[in-house]
């Protein structure tokens, strides 16, 4: 009874720092000398598991896939987006996330805008590669 206790408090305050439930994963194959996806299989993947995010995954095939991905997915069905490679894959989910949410909110008025629209969706890096961003 004093774990179950403890186990719901623990649990509560989780609840209450607004944690992202649902992650989309970009993983780039080609950083780090092929590293990424076992570093995602094997240090992160178990990580989400235990903590019941309900996760996406995309290993990206080329330049520009990860982009593909953030102009035409559900923003709404996603509350952060984890980029395990290096700079670069880094960089092309934050620019695509942030052209994507201006083009949302301001349409073909977007690139005038002077006041960006914050963007509610959380990114992390889990570096794989140089990572010198």
Do not use: W
């Not at 509350?79 to 994507?100: P, Q, T, W, Y």
């Amino acid at each position: 009874a004093v774990v179950s206790t403890q186990s719901t408090g623990i649990n509560m305050r989780i609840n209450l720092l607004n944690r992202p439930r649902r992650v989309h994963v970009f993983v780039n194959p080609f950083s780090g000398e092929g590293t990424a996806c076992k570093i995602y299989n094997t240090k992160i993947a178990h990580i989400f598991q235990i903590a019941g995010i309900t996760t996406t995954v995309t290993v990206t095939e080329r330049a520009g896939h990860a982009r593909q991905i953030v102009s035409q997915m559900n923003l709404k069905a996603t509350d952060a987006m984890v980029c395990i490679g290096g700079d670069g894959l880094f960089h092309e989910v934050f620019n695509s996330l942030f052209r994507r949410q201006q083009t949302d909110k301001y349409g073909e008025e977007a690139g005038k805008q002077t006041d960006p629209e914050p963007c509610p969706i959380k990114i992390e890096l889990n570096p794989a590669a140089s990572t010198n961003a």
